[in-house]
């Protein structure tokens, strides 16, 4: 960790130099942006990850096997690069589950090393969780277990040991992990997976020469590994068949650090119909879309005959001190779309999505503000064995959250889905206004989040928040909280020990 800051003080050093354009530094500035407009071939058909199966468990649960495996993949020409996946080589599969449906897993660790995986977005017991205190042992086996209910949403599984999250991820851990619900259901939105219905993990990849991923943090940037090349679904520049008028994504950026700013090619609008946690109250146009990683959110888009049209990612205004160097200046093509001279079904989506409820009137048991900086929340590194606070269960709180320095940070809150009250005292924007667990953090502006702690109190056993950029939450911005029941206190987190 200290290595690392010194060589951020040092990058932050030549981000200055590089503003005043010294020579070589000049260079090295100007060469740091990637555009790849126009330049992808998209011969790969997109991949959809295959729907994870589950057996009916003895207490009626289904019961999910979920192998956590080294292996190789053939992300391009020449050799294949050693990657880690789920039930996999790269990636893992899609979980489906409906609200009220009991759900088991048995997480099988076939690593060399210790990792988890948690999952994000999730309302379940933080013993359940998967994060940094349910680790599980090479060669073990975790089963957490819990009944999932919380409306319909796009969530996702990925690891989150202390310290090495960044690079568990960046191998290939990551999946999605989908609920249903008769709500959703009951709407006329685009619904048939892998047909019009899209999974897109999106994601950069630096390769080296012997196309082995590189994990470097660009000379000079500030948020860590930030790649040239992007993934969909682990591949790279691909191509979707659309057979239909309107697509469903659900897209998720599952990079460990760069923020997109989604659009097409050609600017046209399209719906957003749902963010982090669930559907909003109703679509919202729009023609560009931020997402920091870890957010998801679902888009609705309208295809003509024939047509091809390319999702891309567009410069974005949120660099700060070195943006250039962490790729906010990058122009990136990342997936093509080509429509059949016919395309079936309806035209626009449904007006009215889902009943999003209002927190804003809600009595507040209490207010706490954080403050994300240099690595740290409130001046405070990451502790396995510090409970920050705890909160109690029903209750309704409201977090001020404030990125106080240069560079990008967004913020995590594991078990709950927040709502964002006000961004700098004024309403949010209408991509804020839905179900979020993880939110980008513009520098200097304020977010009042308020959230409603439910269900699964337990003293000892802590949920997380943090800043999702991987490398900042495992150098320590990241704190824990516990939800306490009727009368009780703070405890003691247990003696960490791995699931063997
Ligand atoms: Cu996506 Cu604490 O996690
Ligand atoms: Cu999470
Ligand atoms: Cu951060």
Redesign the pocket.
Known sequence: MRRRTALKAIGIGIGGLVVLGGGGLGVYYAAAKRDTFGKIPFDRALPIPSLAEADRGGSGARVFTLGIQPGETRFKDGPATRTWGVNGTYLGPTIRARRGERVEFAVHNGLDQETSL?????HLPAAM?G?PHQPVAAGGTWRPRWTVDQPAATLWY?P?VHGATADHMYRGLTGLFIVDDEDAEALNLPSEYGVDDVPMIVQDRAFDGDNQFEQRTPLGGSLGVIGDEILVNGTIGPYFDVTTRLVRLRLLNGSNARLYNFGFSDDRSFWLVATDGGLLAEPWETDRLYLSP?ERAEIVVAFQPGERVELRSYPSDHGGLVGRLDGFDDRLDICQFRAAGTLAGAAVPPAELAAVPDLAGEPVAEGRSFVLASDQINGRSMAMDRIDFGVREGSVEVWEVTNDNGFLHNF???DVQFQVLTVDGQPPEPHLRGRK??ILLVQGKRYRLAMRFTDHTDPNMPY?Y?C?LLQHEDDGMMGQFVVLGEGERVGVVPQQHSHP
């Open positions: 948690h999952w994000h977005g999730m969780d994060g990925h989150h870890g995590h809150v594991h667990d993880t997380m943090h999702h």
